[in-house]
């Protein structure tokens, strides 16, 4: 049985999916304890998202064998902010756990940004703004062959001033790519401060859709049902469109001294507080 | 006769999407006589992918990690240059790691969109593209050249740049293309009294120069360079060791690195050490990247020692 099984039961997994959000959570915390040299303020923000994307069956994966054929396709387009990928592909079945003691070790697969050395990752995205194009073309050759395998890309809301985003945004409504799901890690803050002071995308929602898209706004991207749902409601539609799911997240979540600064995307978390939050002062 | 590189080539390239359900054509609006037979015949695998070659890269790049052979076709400045960082990420870096067929196919070469102005003249791609590890560059000097170039290409993985003139032009000589593919380059006059090794359209001026040359009593070694950045060197070496000095022609800017200023300052005694022709993926301190990328302190040392020991 893989990770993902327990689940898979609509009476509890929500219930379920919290718990192990929350469990990923410390995980990516006690990561950056370890290796304080990792961006984990973007990371804390995705961790609701990929963690009911990655367990509640709404993506296939495989990872007895990473590229198998059936897979579905995910893009981690944020490259700096997917640390909390680290936990969730380990405890998928991946890697070892014990591999996450050695980020950004010397020898170690597991780097400050990740990169398809590790397994389950499909393309390298330390570098901003190539996912949803690379994407675009994994979701038209797929459908090209007549396979029915989908492509999921997660993207950072700074990560769409990128211009490229925009050709393919274009490009994928254009072609009517329905088996291609961006999502949108909304956090609302970006290198400099918060992304409506650098550059404005509000209306998102409004911008996706009028570029053809179909979309979908969970108003708290930490809440798993409602992410659940904003899947199942993408993912059961008729519409040839592509999709968006858009994730209204807080940057630094879990964490006081993140949460509310504008230059959380930059800075790290104290040894200090992380005990605090984990309750294990004495862990290594 | 008179033809341009593009139409020879796209002429094979249609030939292979017919016997092979795996190549794809991606252009940038970008068309030729020869697209039209394509895009009639092969709606799903000619995709236009509008004024757009930072999408047409990683488009790419998502066809050919689903196992497509693909090539990528557009005016030659703005598919080396304009999407430079989505070649060199999406395709040099991650090519290393994961499998791809990706051909890029720049035409107007050179001042070949003569009256077009600098936008067009595609004077820096050489260098540019010639600097990215994983990337075979292959500068055609002629249309007999480009058949040969497309079986080539859709037949070796990896990531390549062809580089087209615009314009159509009579085969450079009639040398043939004997030997191209292995060696990179051909011989088209076997003098000895210098070399010339020129690409690209300065193939045919060298050629054209050769009456002349011959009434000065100068019998010219002409070296005709196609794989610019990946020629046999052991084959070229071989070939200019009979003569006693070397000209390049390129209608390009010329390598302005230190290397090269130093190498011809040095005569022969430079050692240059620098990093390896591929990305570093290790994790590790930046004493133990330099380890892997071959520049590390004790390899230093050792170079110096050995260098030392040899001039003494």
């Known amino acids: ?284 | 006769m008179k033809t341009t590189m593009r139409d020879t080539f796209l002429a094979t390239v249609l030939e292979e999407m017919q016997a092979s359900p795996d190549v794809v054509l991606l252009s940038a609006d970008f068309g030729a006589p020869a697209i039209d037979a394509i895009r009639a015949e092969f709606s799903d695998r000619f995709v236009n992918v509008g004024i757009a070659e930072q999408n047409l890269i990683n488009l790419a790049t998502g066809f050919a990690l689903e196992g497509f052979r693909v090539i990528g076709y557009a005016i030659a400045p703005f598919i080396t240059m304009r999407c430079f960082e989505q070649i060199r990420v999406s395709l040099a870096i991650l090519s290393q790691l994961r499998p791809m067929n990706v051909t890029l196919v720049g035409v107007g070469a050179g001042f070949s969109y003569d009256v077009s102005g600098p936008t067009h003249h595609c004077i820096e791609d050489l260098a540019v593209m010639s600097a990215l590890p994983n990337l075979s560059v292959y500068s055609l000097s002629d249309h007999t050249q480009a058949p040969l170039f497309a079986k080539h290409c859709l037949a070796k993985p990896g990531i390549k740049y062809l580089r087209f003139d615009a314009k159509p032009h009579e085969p450079v000589c009639d040398a043939g293309n004997d030997g191209l593919i292995e060696r990179g380059f051909r011989v088209l006059n076997a003098g000895r009294d210098l070399a010339i090794v020129s690409t690209g359209y300065m193939s045919h001026v060298a050629w054209s120069l050769l009456p002349e040359l011959r009434a000065e009593g100068i019998d010219p070694l002409l070296i005709d360079l196609v794989a610019y950045n990946c020629v046999d060197t052991a084959a070229l070496e071989a070939e200019l060791a009979h003569v006693p000095r070397t000209l390049l022609l390129q209608e390009a800017v010329l390598d302005r690195s230190i290397e090269n200023t130093l190498r011809r300052m040095a005569g022969g005694k430079l050692e240059a050490m620098g990093v390896g022709d591929r990305y570093i993926f290790e994790i590790g301190s930046r004493d133990q990247i330099h380890d892997a990328a071959g520049i590390g302190r004790a390899q230093v040392l050792d170079r110096i020692l050995q260098h030392h020991a040899a001039l003494a």
């Open chain 1, 1 to 284: 049985m893989n990770a993902r099984a327990e689940f898979h039961d609509p009476a509890t997994r929500a219930h379920l999916l919290a718990d192990k959000a929350r469990w990923v959570r410390e995980q990516t915390l006690a990561i950056h304890r370890r290796a304080p040299e990792t961006r984990v303020a973007s990371s804390l923000s995705a961790v609701e998202l990929l963690t009911v994307l990655y367990y509640s069956g709404i993506a296939r994966i495989t990872p007895d064998e990473p590229l198998h054929a059936e897979r579905d396709r995910i893009i981690i387009s944020k490259g700096h902010g997917s640390i909390c990928m680290y936990p969730i592909l380990a405890d998928c079945g991946y890697f070892p756990m014990a591999a996450l003691e050695t980020v950004c070790k010397p020898g170690s697969f597991l780097g400050g940004i990740p990169d398809p050395i590790i397994p389950g990752y499909e393309t390298i995205n330390g570098s901003l703004g190539h996912g949803l194009g690379v994407g675009s073309g994994t979701a038209l050759a797929l459908r090209t062959k007549g396979k029915a395998q989908r492509t999921f890309v997660l993207l950072g809301d700074g990560e769409l001033n990128e211009g490229a985003v925009w050709e393919a945004l274009m490009f994928a409504a254009h072609h009517q790519l329905k088996n291609l799901i961006a999502m949108v890690d909304c956090n609302g803050r970006q290198m400099l401060g918060y992304t409506d002071s650098v550059v404005n995308l509000n209306p998102l929602d409004a911008k996706f859709a009028a570029f053809g898209w179909q979309t979908h706004t969970v108003e708290d991207g930490h809440d798993v049902a409602q992410l659940l749902a904003g899947f199942e409601a993408l993912l059961a539609s008729d519409s040839p469109k592509p999709k968006v799911l858009i994730a209204n997240t807080l940057k630094g979540k879990g964490v006081a001294s993140l949460e509310n600064a504008p230059l959380a995307h930059v800075m790290g978390v104290g040894r200090a507080e992380i005990d605090a939050i984990l309750g294990d002062g004495a862990a290594p």
